[in-house]
């Protein structure tokens, strides 16, 4: 399997300052191809920045032909940006292709990046953008600017990286669409269940929780959990969800610093429990 992406001719040991006169040449040096993972793994690792295609040889949003690739920055300089630690998310587990360091990493001071290579390419750029924000929106602790439809990621020589070998389908990015719109809206009162109107206690919900194996459902099921328990208790319930969401060190708390109106209820816990034999 191949994968349309476009790499810049130039390569880069070091990021262009901002206003450098060799920004011109930069954005007219990407070349449309077609490559398979190891040819862009390659690319990186030799120090070629690569992007979206565009047509009229000029990176640019209103120029963008489509987009087979998803990728998100981790720079917060801990070990939650090195590779180790990415590697054992739960989503980018199941559905990355590979991690490697970037540009501007030091072994003091981590930084990563994920790519995702999608099965099939993204056609219109506010498509693109909105599965970009929609990732970042998953992660919180990503760069936030990593969604323009003409956003390109300097490669890294030498760098270090891990090939995980999968690969993001329509289908998940349609749902991870769906989940960011609805953090926006207003909770919908016809979401709530009527056994479940009177806000449940946190011993309620534990006793639903152990139902519920987290190693045994589906990654949107287990941040769905999680997104139930936040909007029934907040903050105060973080040691719950930790308890029971047996994630890697800091996961739990990292997601949930993302969580704001996400639109799912504690409702949605007990319709998951009760799939796995809970009763009230």
């Known amino acids: 399997m191949t994968t349309a992406i476009a790499v810049s001719s130039i390569q880069c040991y070091k990021k262009i300052p901002p206003g450098d006169s060799l920004w011109n040449k930069f954005n007219a040096s990407f070349v449309n191809k077609?490559?398979?993972?190891?040819?862009?793994?390659?690319?990186?690792?030799?120090?070629?920045?690569?992007?979206?295609?565009?047509k009229n040889n000029w990176r640019t949003t209103e120029n963008y032909l489509k987009g087979q690739h998803l990728a998100l920055d981790f720079d917060s300089e801990d070990q939650t940006s090195s590779i180790e630690y990415l590697i054992k998310d739960r989503f980018i587990s199941k559905y990355g292709t590979f991690i490697h360091t970037t540009i501007s990493h030091k072994p003091e001071a981590p930084r990563a990046r994920v790519f995702f290579l999608l099965e099939e390419p993204i056609m219109q750029a506010k498509n693109y953008t909105l599965a970009s924000a929609a990732l970042l929106w998953l992660f919180g602790t990503a760069d936030r600017q990593c969604k323009d439809a003409a956003r390109f990621y300097y490669g890294a020589p030498g760098c270090t990286m891990e090939f995980i070998g999968n690969f993001l389908d329509i289908g998940t990015i349609k749902k991870i669409i769906s989940d960011y719109k609805e953090s926006g809206s207003i909770e919908k009162k016809s979401s709530v269940k009527k056994d479940y109107l009177v806000p449940p206690s946190q011993q309620e919900v534990a006793d639903a929780l152990k139902c519920i194996p987290p190693w045994s459902i589906d990654y949107d099921e287990?941040?769905?959990?999680?997104?139930?328990?936040?909007?029934?208790?907040?903050?105060?319930?973080?040691?719950?969800?930790?308890?029971?969401?047996?994630?890697?060190?800091?996961?739990?708390?990292?997601?949930?610093?993302?969580?704001?109106?996400?639109?799912?209820?504690?409702?949605?816990v007990f319709g998951i429990a009760k799939k796995h034999g809970w009763k009230k």
């Open 34 to 54: 077609e490559l398979s993972v190891s040819g862009i793994m390659d690319s990186i690792y030799e120090g070629y920045p690569v992007t979206t295609q565009h």
């Open 222 to 268: 287990w941040l769905s959990v999680l997104m139930g328990i936040h909007s029934a208790f907040g903050d105060d319930g973080l040691a719950l969800a930790e308890s029971w969401a047996d994630g890697k060190p800091n996961e739990v708390p990292q997601k949930w610093k993302s969580f704001d109106g996400d639109g799912i209820t504690i409702a949605t």
